[in-house]
């Protein structure tokens, strides 16, 4: 097996949409209101155009991606959403390692920003001690839905001292 990752083009979107829609199915069934949850085509490829989406291929195909944009609302750090991996590449380290490239390659490396943000849904049974786990931070909420919190959470790629030397 041999990853590869790259930012993906429109002409990967049927792939993707095949990758959110799986990933999102037990979203969906917790009754969670992602954006991603009910994506479509059209939807994908908008945020193909509009915002860096990247993709982890293994062996030719696309089994997770996430996507990176400005969310001024909230923060003026990159803020990471949705994020999908496979579920035959679950607990394979697949997220972990496309996570991981993205944190450190791009948004650390490339941007040079100190920090990213994420967010999660606190109805989900185990995505916000997941994120806790590799390091993220709550700092914001705002209502998702009509009985449920969106948290964000963000963590810390480089630390003041980096920052001066």
Same mark, same amino acid.
């Given at each position: *097996?041999? &990853?590869?990752?790259?930012?993906?083009?429109?002409?990967?979107?049927?792939?993707?949409? #095949?990758?959110i829609s799986q990933a999102y199915?037990? $979203? !969906?069934?917790?009754?969670?209101?992602? !954006?991603?949850?009910?994506?479509?085509?059209? *939807? $994908?490829?908008? =945020? $193909? $155009?509009?915002?860096?989406?990247?993709?982890? #291929?293994?062996?030719?195909?696309?089994?997770?991606?996430?996507?990176?944009? =400005?969310?001024e609302e909230v923060t003026d750090?990159?803020?990471?959403? /949705?994020?999908?991996?496979?579920?035959?590449?679950?607990?394979?380290?697949?997220?972990?390692?496309?996570?991981?490239?993205v944190e450190e390659v791009v948004? !650390?490396?490339?941007?040079?920003?100190?920090?990213?943000?994420?967010?999660?849904? !606190?109805?989900?049974? /185990?995505?916000?001690?997941?994120? #806790?786990?590799?390091?993220?931070?709550?700092?914001? #909420?705002?209502?998702?839905?009509?009985? &449920?919190?969106?948290?964000?959470?963000?963590?810390?790629?480089?630390?003041?001292?980096?920052?001066?030397?």
């Amino acid at each position: *097996m041999s &990853d590869k990752y790259r930012l993906a083009t429109n002409a990967d979107a049927e792939m993707m949409l #095949e990758v959110i829609s799986q990933a999102y199915e037990s $979203i !969906r069934e917790l009754g969670i209101a992602f !954006r991603a949850a009910s994506a479509d085509l059209d *939807m $994908i490829s908008e =945020n $193909i $155009i509009n915002s860096s989406c990247y993709v982890l #291929e293994i062996d030719g195909s696309i089994v997770a991606t996430i996507s990176l944009k =400005n969310l001024e609302e909230v923060t003026d750090l990159p803020f990471l959403y /949705w994020f999908a991996v496979l579920p035959s590449y679950k607990n394979q380290g697949v997220g972990n390692r496309l996570l991981t490239y993205v944190e450190e390659v791009v948004v !650390r490396d490339t941007l040079l920003a100190p920090g990213v943000v994420l967010a999660t849904s !606190r109805n989900h049974p /185990w995505l916000l001690a997941m994120y #806790e786990r590799k390091g993220y931070e709550p700092f914001h #909420e705002k209502p998702l839905g009509e009985a &449920d919190t969106l948290i964000f959470l963000k963590k810390t790629l480089i630390k003041h001292t980096q920052l001066v030397q």
